[in-house]
């Protein structure tokens, strides 16, 4: 089982999906809330937009992506 949830456009973490979706999200161009990551737990986060790897999901969510539609990098799966 899962217990460990990430913002998929910050990388904040939280305990619950419950939790994560119901906290506004100041990184989220679609909308104000958290979005679940549905990836799994990773040692390497890669950006799908342009193949940039991070070591933590935060690090890939804080910086900008030239490729990316809404100019974030966008985590793979
Ligand atoms: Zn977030
Ligand atoms: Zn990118």
């Known amino acids: 089982?899962?217990?460990?949830?990430?913002?998929?456009?910050c990388g904040s973490k939280y305990s619950s999906v419950s939790s994560l979706t119901s906290?506004?999200?100041?990184k989220n161009p679609e909308g104000k809330k958290h979005a679940?990551?549905?990836?799994?737990?990773?040692?390497?986060y890669v950006c799908k937009c342009c193949g940039s790897k991070y070591s933590?999901?935060?690090?890939?969510?804080?910086?900008?992506?030239?490729k990316s539609p809404t100019k974030k990098h966008q985590p793979a799966l």
Request: charged share 15%; with cysteine; proline share 0%.
């Open 1 to 9: 089982m899962m217990s460990k949830f990430y913002c998929k456009w």
């Open 23 to 26: 906290v506004s999200c100041s």
């Open 36 to 44: 679940l990551y549905e990836g799994s737990e990773k040692s390497q």
């Open 56 to 66: 933590s999901l935060s690090s890939l969510c804080s910086v900008s992506c030239s």
